[in-house]
């Protein structure tokens, strides 16, 4: 009898940690199917917006989705982390892992490095738990500056950071090979200098380089007021669409094509370029044997030009006075628009009051090298945006465009404490931000 009991709750205690109901980590193993390679796939997608003026990064991630499930991945294999504000969503069958404020910093990190412990919120607690012979496939889209990219929620995601958790995971022995798109403005920044090491089995593929806009497109859709995609993402999505089982196109194949396409910045590569010649369905596309459907065309007609991502939010304020012709509509796009310029004066001037004559202010806008980091320093860039929001207000989508020059700040080792100062005298007056 006694031996039964134990015998029973053995066996619960058993299933518990398999179903990951205990803090054991053998159901992760559970999830991991394994695949013909004996490695498994797994992506991991996030959107880093909100708002119906940047409804495409989240259309992007759920086009995203639905390629990474014709290639072949389980559900159990990726994880989506969107906002998920934008109400019925034709594209949008699933509904994220992580939506509304827990799609942020912290859990993107954690899902990364397959850290359930470290996750909070409400989310599904599905992480990247993968092994030695794994394949990551990462995509972001979002908005981005030099240095950083957005979340939904709880700040930025700085390029330092996110260096050394791909160094951790690959220092954790987590994956084979892992292939990580950014679509971005300044996205390059993400990973220029040696952020990204070429030694650690990582590829990344970026919509701009570290010094220009990504773009936005699918502007002039009748029935939206709104873009509907990114150049950079759209193209190697449509790629992916357009691609058969078993179509043996490299990651650099791909580059050629997306590059090509995205005529208005310069996809750029970094990390282990050597994976140029691995085959893109060990990543998403679907396997199999197969030939090479290269030639399907990409249709470009009606792509009507893009619009540099900053402004793809003033786009959508124009469509919306041009649409209602109301007061109310006028007004947002003015103050949108009165904002933008608040942020570009404040910057201005403490330029002025920190450097003085228009020569030493050439400093604010200096662009290092290719190669080169933005920053040596990531903590003085974090505490010299911090100190400029506690004065002047927050940056916002469009005024983190001038990260650049708190990072040349920086790089000119500039008192932190006269910055501050400048900052204080800049915007005597914080404005009162209404969205
Ligand atoms: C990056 O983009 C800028 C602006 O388009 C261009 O002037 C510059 O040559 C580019 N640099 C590299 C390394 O691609
Ligand atoms: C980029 O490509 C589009 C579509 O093919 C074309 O209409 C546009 O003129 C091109 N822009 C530039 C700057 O080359």
Redesign the pocket.
Known sequence: MAMGVLLLMLMLMHLQVGLGLGNGGLWQEFLRLPTENGGTKWALLIAGSKGYENYRHQADVCHAYQIMKKGGLKDQNIVVMMYDDIAYNPENPHKGDYNGNDVNKNNFLAVLLGKKSALTGAGSGKVISSGPNDHIFVYYSDHGSPGYVCMPSGGNLHANDLSQALKNKNAAGAYKNLVVYVEACESGSMFEGQLLPSNIGVYAMTASNATENSWATYCDTPEYNTCLGDLFSVAWMEDADARRPGDPETLGQLYDIVAKRT??SHVSRYGDLSLSSQPVSLYYLPPGPGTSTASAVID?EG?V?GVNQRDAGLVYLWRKYYEEKSVEAWERLLREMERRSRVDSSVDLIGDILLGDSSKKKLLHIRRPAGQPLVDDWDCLKSMVRTFEAHCGPLGQYGMKHTRAFANMCNAALDHNHMAKAASKACMHPPVITY
Do not use: E, S, Y
Request: proline residues 0%; charged residues 40%; hydrophobic residues 20%.
């Open positions: 005529n208005l470009d792509r030009g």
